[in-house]
T-cell receptor, first 116, second 114 residues
Framework: DAGVTQSPTHLIKTRGQQVTLRCSPK?????VSWYQQALGQGPQFIFQ???????QRGNFPDRFSGHQFPNYSSELNVNALLLGDSALYLC???????????????FGEGSWLTVV | AQSVTQLDSQVPVFEEAPVELRCNYS??????LFWYVQYPNQGLQLLLK??????LVKGINGFEAEFNKSQTSFHLRKPSVHISDTAEYFC????????????FGQGTELSVKP
């Protein structure tokens, strides 16, 4: 049973460019959340997708957008990259059907984004 | 709004010594509490979670944590640490109604020395 998989693992972009990160949730999970972890910081919630719609959003600008596909996989898009967007981007999957009491949130290994 | 404070940014300890990593949270509603571990250049792995019931929660790798509602704390403990426990540890809180959104603390770097 594959866990949460993310791609790419590392990438380097130039300021002003756009980036797309991808995530496949754990088998049986239908909800995907994205987090940004800057160096030396705890992860910060970007947004969450369920049933192909954005359900919750953290304090991130509109440059950060996402998408969820019918197979529950998800993409995170960041436009007009800034140096400050350099971070580890983590994808987390969970199941709404099981409810919070029986749920465990699983994280992927993350995508390291460096903006130069 | 919820928040999590991890009181120590770095905790150095010798191998086989006990350790406690402290976590306090702030919330106006009932919450779930979690501890995650992050090894270098890896994602987050769940150590343990408190949802309800017994306030003493046992997790993987010999770790345990105690939920104290009156002090709004969820401290992580291990009676005897190993070199392999060297990692970053994150405390997190989730509102029961937030559908899995986690609020993390800043992390505590545990460094186990021989």
């Amino acid at each position: 049973d594959a866990g949460v998989t993310q791609s790419p693992t590392h990438l380097i972009k130039t300021r002003g460019q756009q980036v797309t990160l991808r995530c496949s949730p754990k088998s049986g999970h239908d909800t995907v959340s994205w987090y940004q972890q800057a160096l030396g910081q705890g992860p910060q919630f970007i947004f969450q997708y369920y049933e192909e719609e954005e359900r919750q959003r953290g304090n991130f600008p509109d440059r950060f957008s996402g998408h969820q596909f019918p197979n529950y996989s998800s993409e995170l898009n960041v436009n007009a990259l800034l140096l400050g967007d350099s971070a580890l981007y983590l994808c987390a999957s969970s199941s709404r059907i099981r409810g919070p009491s029986g749920n465990t949130i699983y994280f992927g290994e993350g995508s390291w984004l460096t903006v130069v | 709004a919820q928040s999590v404070t991890q009181l120590d940014s770095q905790v150095p300890v010798f191998e086989e010594a006990p350790v406690e990593l402290r976590c306090n949270y702030s919330s106006s509603v009932s919450v779930y509490l979690f501890w995650y571990v992050q090894y270098p250049n890896q994602g987050l792995q769940l150590l343990l979670k408190y949802l309800s019931g017994s306030t003493l929660v046992k997790g993987i790798n010999g770790f345990e944590a105690e939920f104290n509602k009156s002090q709004t704390s969820f401290h992580l403990r291990k009676p005897s640490v190993h070199i392999s426990d060297t990692a970053e540890y994150f405390c997190a809180v989730s509102d029961l109604n937030q559908g899995g959104k986690l609020i993390f603390g800043q992390g505590t770097e545990l460094s186990v020395k021989p």
